[in-house]
């Protein structure tokens, strides 16, 4: 029986000119290491593979280990089951949220589970971030940037959850469901 597909999500690469890494060159070291099927998605460090083996620990350390070997610089890895992203999908976390262009969907990949120190769901005093849900594996929020174009909503979230986080936008989630 084949492996079930992985995904990785490499944390804090190609943001504000630091830690570049090209995803052909991704692809390729991946390749190189064994890995099958590489597929990337957009330049944030979103992977899918197959890979023989299902130790999700080992593979994680490897990644890690080939990228710092590689490209000269530490990048903590997330590795998990492609089926996290289906049934994330399938739970539909944001339904009934009035997406406008100042809408942000945020889903939030946790490394082990954490107990946040809020009540959930969670809004900010200003209004303009709201934690809907929380797992054993992400947290999906919702950022309103009518009023800023940033916000404290990922400081929120390192706070809450620990710096080992790496958030993606809804539409990048939808896009590494169909690698």
């Given at each position: ?28 070291m991946m390749d190189d290491a064994g890995f099958r099927t590489v597929k990337t998605v ?41 089926q996290r992203i289906t049934d994330l999908i399938d739970a539909d976390p944001f339904g ?60 929120i979230l390192e706070k809450e959850f620990g710096k080992g986080i790496t958030t993606r ?11």
């Amino acid at each position: 029986m084949m492996a079930e597909r992985k995904i990785a999500l490499l944390r804090g690469i190609n943001v504000g000119g630091r830690k570049k890494i090209k995803m052909a060159d991704l692809r390729q070291m991946m390749d190189d290491a064994g890995f099958r099927t590489v597929k990337t998605v957009l330049a944030s460090g979103n992977v899918a593979f197959d890979s023989d083996s299902d130790n999700l620990d080992e593979l994680k350390a490897t990644l890690e280990s080939q990228i710092e070997a590689r490209f000269g610089f530490p990048v903590p890895v997330l590795v998990f089951p492609k089926q996290r992203i289906t049934d994330l999908i399938d739970a539909d976390p944001f339904g009934g949220i009035d997406v406008t262009k100042a809408t942000r969907l945020y889903v939030t990949f946790l490394p082990t589970p954490v107990t946040p120190n809020i009540d959930i769901p969670y809004e900010a005093p200003d209004g303009d971030f709201r934690i809907l849900r929380v797992t054993d594996t992400d947290v999906c929020s919702v950022l309103t940037v009518d009023k800023t174009r940033s916000g404290d909503g990922m400081a929120i979230l390192e706070k809450e959850f620990g710096k080992g986080i790496t958030t993606r936008n809804w539409n990048t989630v939808l896009k590494i469901a169909n690698l």
